[in-house]
């Protein structure tokens, strides 16, 4: 009956200790996963500005072409379909699937269009990804992460781009992009819900369309 006892008390203790033994590798897996986050939205700069180099004129000339290589580059790094379900919280649910289809093409190809416009400033030196931060959480907590870039134009002054991102099969997809502190989602989030209610989906998605 002690021995048992003993082995009932120790229990606690020895699960203790072998969760304590897990946590440096699940810390050293949450810093390669958010380290992961801040090398994607490097890669997607850099191959943007890669595809733009020596040929900004032209591009400027020819926005079709211009948003084809943004789509191209951002299309597999874009949630596309978890933004547009943000920006309709309530309407998400009453619309049918293929309007929330044509809503989700419709958003992503406005997205194009007004990100597509900043980027041809944008050159190699100027876009920064500021340091992962020191301190990572716990790995089951990092499913979403803010990941901050510095974008320097032409007059010198630094402005912050930030990007969330989501942890979803196996890969950080892009689901918003706050610029100086203007949330992409929010800012829609905010015109459509009066817009729905006052014009209906369709007519909300022909507008987006035509933006």
Not at 120 to 144: G, M, Q, W, Y
Not at 191 to 197: A, D, P, R
Request: hydrophobic residues 45%.
């Amino acid at each position: 009956m002690c021995n048992e006892s003993r082995i009932m008390r120790a229990r606690p203790l020895f699960l203790l200790l072998a969760l304590i033994s897990l946590l440096p590798n699940a810390f050293a897996q949450s810093s390669e996963r958010a380290l992961a986050s801040h090398t994607v939205i490097q890669q997607t700069s850099d191959e943007l500005l890669a595809a733009i180099d020596g040929q900004r004129e032209e591009l400027a000339a020819n926005p079709a072409e211009l948003y084809a290589i943004v789509d191209e580059v951002l299309s597999a790094r874009f949630d596309a379909v978890y933004a547009a379900r943000l920006v309709l919280p309530r309407h998400w649910a009453r619309i049918t699937p293929e309007q929330r289809q044509n809503f989700v093409e419709a958003l992503y190809g406005s997205l194009i269009r007004r990100y597509s416009s900043g980027v041809l400033k944008h050159h190699e030196a100027r876009v920064r990804v500021t340091p992962l931060r020191s301190n990572p959480v716990p790995i089951s907590e990092e499913d979403f992460v803010t990941v901050k870039t510095l974008v320097t134009l032409d007059d010198g002054i630094e402005v912050p781009v930030n990007y969330e991102m989501r942890w979803f099969e196996n890969l950080w997809k892009i689901y918003d992009v706050n610029i100086e502190g203007r949330s992409y989602v929010f800012y829609y989030r905010g015109i459509f819900g009066q817009e729905i209610e006052a014009k209906g989906i369709d007519k909300v998605i022909e507008d987006l369309n035509a933006s």
